[in-house]
């Protein structure tokens, strides 16, 4: 584990402050934690360190990464590393602690008991736990009781929520909530080369989680039944966390007409949406993919493509209203096939519908107001009037 050292505080207008970012979860160029809030701080004159796991500390665009190391297993994760990742937060002395994992709930009462001020950010929704392969069926229920009454206390104690979805914050007192969305960063991803449709490769692009409710075995099975004669490919950009699953994608029948990229980063993600002609977003509809708001379909909205998406009703609404892609039953390669086969022999209206789509990010699903939130909360935050008084603190936690 290695820390960079702290830089000198610049003299800056307004109330800028020191803000640590913690995640023992995520990696640390995390699209939300990285490239969209801890970027936003540092742009608004923050000084801001994120802890997360990383082979090595290092300085990007602004942010000191602390780095973390790798944790032996879930339970591991949630223990010795969340308490190195309090140890080291505690050793920066900032202003503001943001918090990204329900398991850092207990390392957010820790520091709210040192006078700090915590801020609790919320992905997802606990309810949907039983999503998790990962969990037994059995304990389900009694994990998700459990953190419950941990963000029960974190909406006690800590000074403010950050909700990810509308739906994530009706879960949470109004007044300590603050809605920042998954929201893409339409600057970075313009719209998807300057060469008319007909005129690009015949490529269908995915670049994101790589677990099985993402149906990367369904996407291949579309690729498979294709006519030959189209020349399509699939770019699959992400990690697989599961080595088997990986193995079995290799292997399945179609798998000769993917390019398997690999994980992306900021850079890689553009270049791939920037050589398709169609995105795919074909996830099955667990209770968490039909209550989400994917920040992969907005970004491919934001880069000008054309979608193919999972017909759910809350994704349904919005493809439907900016007419900007096709809805499909995931569990029925055919009908994806169907539908991608179509726009790829039709790049006029698939040109069409991805540049409705764009429109539609830049006017209501831009990173922008998201933003413009965050920075509004931490100006508050960082104002010298609202420091909490450890006896307060303690006040807090024992109502």
């Known amino acids: 584990?290695?820390?960079?050292?702290?830089?000198?505080?610049?003299?800056?207008?307004?109330?800028?402050?020191?803000?640590?970012?913690?995640?023992?979860?995520?990696?640390?160029?995390?699209?939300?934690?990285?490239?969209?809030?801890?970027?936003?701080?540092?742009?608004?004159?923050?000084?801001?360190?994120?802890?997360?796991?990383?082979?090595?500390?290092?300085?990007?665009?602004?942010?000191?990464?602390?780095?973390?190391?790798?944790?032996?297993?879930?339970?591991?994760?949630?223990?010795?590393?969340?308490?190195?990742?309090?140890?080291?937060?505690?050793?920066?002395?900032?202003?503001?602690?943001?918090?990204?994992?329900?398991?850092?709930?207990?390392?957010?009462?820790?520091?709210?008991?040192?006078?700090?001020?915590?801020?609790?950010?919320?992905?997802?929704?606990?309810?949907?736990?039983?999503?998790?392969?990962?969990?037994?069926?059995?304990?389900?229920?009694?994990?998700?009781?459990?953190?419950?009454?941990?963000?029960?206390?974190?909406?006690?104690?800590?000074?403010?929520?950050?909700?990810?979805?509308?739906?994530?914050?009706?879960?949470?007192?109004?007044?300590?909530?603050?809605?920042?969305?998954?929201?893409?960063?339409?600057?970075?991803?313009?719209?998807?080369?300057?060469?008319?449709?007909?005129?690009?490769?015949?490529?269908?692009?995915?670049?994101?989680?790589?677990?099985?409710?993402?149906?990367?075995?369904?996407?291949?099975?579309?690729?498979?039944?294709?006519?030959?004669?189209?020349?399509?490919?699939?770019s699959l950009g992400g990690d697989f966390r599961d080595p088997a699953a990986e193995a079995r994608a290799r292997a399945q029948p179609g798998a000769e007409r993917v390019d398997f990229e690999g994980w992306a980063d900021r850079d890689k993600v553009v270049s791939i949406l920037g050589q398709a002609r169609v995105g795919l977003v074909v996830y099955l509809p667990t209770e968490n993919v039909r209550r989400s708001d994917p920040i992969k379909f907005l970004e491919m909205m934001a880069a000008g493509l054309p979608l193919v998406a999972t017909d759910v009703p809350r994704w349904r609404g919005l493809i439907e209203r900016h007419d900007c892609g096709i809805l499909v039953d995931a569990a029925d390669p055919g009908a994806i096939a169907e539908a991608v086969g179509g726009l790829l022999a039709d790049p006029e209206r698939a040109e069409a519908m991805g540049r409705r789509g764009r429109e539609a990010v830049l006017n209501d699903h831009e990173w922008a107001a998201d933003e413009a939130r965050l920075l509004a909360l931490y100006a508050r935050l960082t104002q010298p009037a609202t420091r909490p008084r450890p006896r307060e603190t303690s006040r807090a936690l024992a109502q």
Request: zero cysteines; proline letters at 7%.
């Open 1 to 234: 584990m290695t820390i960079l050292p702290k830089p000198r505080h610049a003299s800056r207008p307004g109330h800028a402050g020191k803000v640590v970012i913690v995640t023992t979860v995520h990696g640390p160029f995390d699209v939300r934690i990285f490239h969209k809030q801890a970027r936003a701080l540092a742009e608004a004159g923050h000084s801001v360190s994120l802890i997360a796991r990383a082979p090595e500390a290092r300085t990007i665009d602004g942010v000191r990464l602390i780095a973390l190391p790798e944790p032996r297993g879930r339970l591991d994760r949630g223990s010795r590393l969340a308490a190195i990742a309090l140890r080291l937060a505690l050793s920066e002395d900032a202003d503001v602690y943001h918090l990204h994992d329900p398991e850092l709930i207990w390392v957010g009462l820790a520091l709210k008991l040192r006078g700090k001020r915590v801020v609790y950010d919320v992905h997802e929704e606990l309810a949907l736990m039983k999503d998790r392969a990962y969990v037994p069926a059995w304990a389900r229920g009694v994990l998700t009781a459990g953190l419950w009454l941990f963000e029960r206390l974190a909406e006690t104690a800590f000074d403010a929520i950050v909700a990810a979805t509308p739906l994530i914050a009706e879960h949470f007192r109004p007044a300590k909530t603050v809605i920042v969305r998954n929201t893409p960063r339409a600057s970075e991803l313009a719209p998807a080369g300057e060469a008319p449709f007909a005129e690009r490769p015949m490529r269908v692009a995915y670049v994101g989680g790589l677990a099985a409710y993402h149906n990367v075995g369904g996407m291949i099975d579309a690729m498979r039944r294709l006519p030959p004669a189209l020349g399509a490919r699939l």
